[in-house]
């Protein structure tokens, strides 16, 4: 029951809908410049290695700016495990107003998925597949040009591992222009000398006892031999969720998993074929073996809360981010 308090309080009030992509059809390529809901293919894969996997179709809403102008930058919009919800919403009309086509993904509702409260139904690499055929159907459009990234908790896991061109290439041999994770589950890693090429930023909340900020801090750390590539904003006494205005007063999860234990068991990678592994060699391919993971690499409690004064900074951080890369 705390587990479904917890989902509404996190989905901003969630409305039942049903899926667009059943009276839409599939798209493979875009010219559309005013705001639609388009349906396009990915794969259903929860990792890398997408042999023997099934394609699917999910949709995502693609905002214009009011201002029509020859060329846009665009951005795609990855939701965490609670699913696509209200307090997005925000997100979408603040890179709008600055002037960016937004493409907002639902990854849950074409695999009849409403929210995950185990964390494991699908993974964050599952969400970043689908970011990546999103950005080959931006790239078809004539008047889009650079795109970035953004993934809020298991959807930060995407923009995160997007910095690597390891990973990019196992995907396509295109890469995003830039990548922001708010909240996110940090617990991936890559070899020291992994070559990073698409800018990151993440940002993290110092009291954030969901996804503890301690794991991006050992990415930052890592990886931070050029200064220009990643990213880290802490922000003080912010927790998981802090921009959703549901959590307005705080509420406390005795059960709920805190993500806290850093080990080479607790802490994942990708192998050579793409399936995700922690760093004993255990390989992780499904929710059964995710959620034995997660149990193992916990413990119990945590709290989420709003905080405006955090949002307003991660407003401020994006915008300046996104200018600061895309040369505007």
Known sequence: MRYLVLMFLLSGC??????????????????????????????????????????????????FPKN??????????????????????????????????????????????????????????????DAY??????????????VAYIGWSQGGVGPI???????????TNDAFDA??????????????????????????????????????KNIYKKFKRDEEKIELISIPEARHGFDNPFLFFGITFDNLPSLNIISDKCTLTISEEG????????????PIESEKLLLSCSTPGVRVKYSGSATDITAEAIVSFLERRFDN
């Open 161 to 171: 591992l997007s910095h690597f061109d390891d990973i990019t290439v196992k995907l």
């Open 14 to 63: 969630a409305v039942f809908r049903t899926d667009p992509c059943e009276v839409h059809n599939v798209s493979s390529s875009l010219k559309i410049t005013h705001d639609q809901t388009i349906c396009f293919e990915t794969i259903d894969s929860y990792d890398l290695n997408h042999s023997g996997k099934r394609n699917i179709n999910i949709y995502g809403k693609l905002f």
């Open 275 to 286: 399936k995700i592994m922690n760093l004993l060699g255990d390989i992780i391919d499904g």
């Open 68 to 129: 029509k102008v020859k060329k846009y930058n665009a951005v795609i919009l990855s939701h965490g495990s609670g699913g696509l919800r209200r307090y997005h919403r925000k997100y979408v009309d603040l890179l709008v107003s600055n002037g960016y086509v937004v493409f907002q993904l639902d990854h849950y509702m074409g695999r009849g998925i409403r929210y995950d409260k185990t964390f494991s139904k699908v993974s964050g690499i599952t969400f970043m597949n």
């Open 133 to 146: 055929y999103a950005l080959n159907l931006l790239r078809t459009h004539p008047s889009i040009e650079k």
């Open 179 to 216: 990548s922001i994770a708010i909240y996110p589950y940090c617990g991936f890693t890559l070899d020291e000398k992994a070559e990073t090429s698409t800018p990151l930023l993440m940002i993290t909340g110092s009291s954030d006892d969901l996804t503890p900020e301690q794991s991006c």
